[in-house]
Nanobody, 121 residues
Framework: QVQLVESGGGLVQPGGSLRLSCAASGSGFRINAMGWYRQAPGKEERELVATITSSGNTNYADSVKGRCTLSRDNAKNTVYLQMNSLKPEDTAVYYC??????????????WGQGTQVTVSS
């Protein structure tokens, strides 16, 4: 059974930093891509923050470019989102996402439970 285990959220002042981690547990899969999405208060949809593919290609939302860095540890099936210069508008629930391939090329999309990030003075 696959689980995405998230950590690192919390309360931070504007201009501060946080690092989010997400580890994919389980076996029998290959990671195609992992990353983070967020859902801001009062918004119905989740928006992309950053993703990284198995080949190491990254994609960032314009709103976080230059402030966030997504990296990965393939041996641990873990991605890390380093967020700097945080702004109040970064306040949201952050969800880890993973696209995994299993035997017979079956692909499945997984979500973590979410971790709250609050940027406030």
């Amino acid at each position: 059974q696959v689980q995405l285990v998230e950590s690192g959220g919390g309360l931070v002042q504007p201009g501060g930093s946080l690092r989010l981690s997400c580890a994919a547990s389980g076996s029998g899969f290959r990671i195609n891509a992992m990353g983070w999405y967020r859902q801001a208060p009062g918004k119905e949809e989740r928006e992309l923050v950053a993703t990284i593919t198995s080949s190491g290609n990254t994609n960032y939302a314009d709103s976080v470019k230059g402030r966030c860095t997504l990296s990965r540890d393939n041996a641990k099936n873990t991605v890390y989102l380093q967020m700097n210069s945080l702004k109040p508008e970064d306040t949201a629930v952050y969800y880890c996402n993973a696209l995994l391939t299993f035997a017979a090329a079956h692909q499945y999309n997984y979500w973590g439970q979410g971790t709250q990030v609050t940027v406030s003075s």
